[in-house]
């Protein structure tokens, strides 16, 4: 069993920053995909970011179109840690963030809410106009 504890959300102006972190109890968190997920009110909830496993060289990542080149997935083996940078929000951004985690595949990534194993709590965001 993996826990998952997200932190880092609040409250922010358009334009502005935040950088969310979800610390992770799995004692091979190395060996796990990690994705970010996130869920606006009375919407389903959707692919932001996900990054591979470490056991495959570069930690490839993939973004959902509407965060590219404004958010920034990365991975801290030695914390057990994943984060998100998000830069340039925008009061759309605004959603509960949920950090997943999924068993390795080979190199793949995951983009899909079903295809994780392990989820988080979730971590309010809201951006103001």
């Known amino acids: 069993q993996v826990q998952l504890v997200e932190s880092g959300g609040g409250l922010v102006q358009a334009g502005g920053s935040l950088r969310l972190s979800c610390a992770a109890s799995?004692?091979?968190?190395?060996?796990?995909?990690m994705g970010w997920f996130g869920q606006a009110p009375g919407k389903e909830r959707e692919f932001v970011a996900a990054?591979?496993?470490?056991?495959?060289?570069?930690?490839?990542?993939s973004y959902a179109d509407s965060v590219k080149g404004r958010f920034t997935i990365s991975r801290d083996n030695a914390k057990n840690t994943v984060y998100l940078q998000m830069n340039s929000l925008k009061p759309e951004d605004t959603a509960v963030y949920y950090c997943?985690?999924?068993?390795?595949?080979?190199?793949?990534?995951?983009?899909?809410?079903?295809?994780?194993?392990?989820w988080g709590q979730g971590t309010q965001v809201t951006v103001s106009s």
């Open positions: 990054i591979a496993s470490s056991a495959w060289s570069g930690s490839r990542s």
């Open positions: 997943a985690a999924a068993i390795s595949r080979g190199s793949s990534l995951f983009l899909t809410p079903r295809e994780y194993d392990y």
């Open positions: 799995a004692r091979t968190f190395s060996s796990y995909v």
